[in-house]
């Protein structure tokens, strides 16, 4: 079956770019949209954005300015950039890819999430 | 786009049964039939439990059960056993911003 894992930095100093890989086993990255979500610790689950493999994005309007999505089907990757990064950013993030038969809306698989760590 | 609303705590003793509700607006819950349900144990990744309102994934029990009126999504778990202890999030679809989310609801089984 599916599986992801998230890989990347546990921690990255104010104002620098936050950059996370998810890699997808265990079947083709194609023709799925793939998602970023993110928990603070002791909060709830945000919506970060997706991508389709066609390298199609949405973002969440909140970190739109901040956030860059990319896709490498070649390696069955998808990876996600946040710009400029406070505190605030600081979270477990997870990779998950995203099903629906008509919109694409809920996530499943989900990656065991990596936290990352704001700080200097 | 504001998160779901859910209550931020339930509780119920082993076998009876409980029920999270999820309420939203006619943006997202009250339009669409896009609302999906995650389980979350501490330090453990969200688990889907249900998806489009009512729909069970394979290998999710059946005491694992959706519906939705109106703005109000909601999440019934019967016969409570110890190991549904976890926290719940709704997530529901909301068209030109794709999804959100609720707060999350920490059940507690007696």
């Known amino acids: 079956q599916v599986q992801l894992q998230e890989s990347g930095p546990g921690l990255v100093k104010p104002s620098e770019t936050l950059s996370l890989t998810c890699t997808v086993s265990?079947?083709?990255?194609?023709?799925?949209?793939w998602s970023w979500i993110r928990q603070p610790a002791g909060k709830g689950l945000e919506w970060i954005g997706r991508i389709y493999t066609s390298g199609s994005t949405n973002y969440n309007p909140s970190l739109k300015s901040r956030v860059t999505m990319s896709v490498d089907t070649s390696k069955n990757q998808f990876s996600l950039k946040l710009s400029s990064v406070t505190a605030a950013d600081t979270a477990v993030y997870y990779c998950?890819?995203?099903?629906?038969?008509?919109?694409?809306?809920?996530?499943?698989?989900w990656g065991q999430g990596t936290l990352v760590t704001v700080s200097s | 786009q504001s998160a779901l609303t859910q209550p931020a705590s339930v509780s119920g003793s082993p076998g009876q049964s409980i029920t999270i509700s999820c309420t939203g607006t006619?943006?997202?819950?009250?339009?669409?039939?896009?609302v999906s349900w995650y389980q979350q144990h501490p330090g453990k990744a969200p688990k889907l439990m249900i998806y489009e309102v009512s729909k069970r994934p394979s290998g999710v029990s059946n005491r694992f059960s959706g519906s939705k009126s109106g703005n109000t999504a909601s999440l019934t778990i019967s016969g409570l056993q110890a190991e549904d202890e976890a926290d719940y999030y709704c997530?529901?679809?909301?068209?030109?911003?794709?999804?959100?989310f609720g707060g999350g609801t920490k059940l507690t089984v007696l």
């Open positions: 998950a890819r995203v099903r629906g038969d008509i919109v694409p809306n809920w996530f499943d698989p």
């Open positions: 997530c529901s679809y909301a068209g030109s911003s794709p999804v959100v």
């Open positions: 006619s943006s997202d819950v009250g339009s669409y039939n896009l």
């Open positions: 265990g079947g083709s990255i194609s023709s799925y949209y």
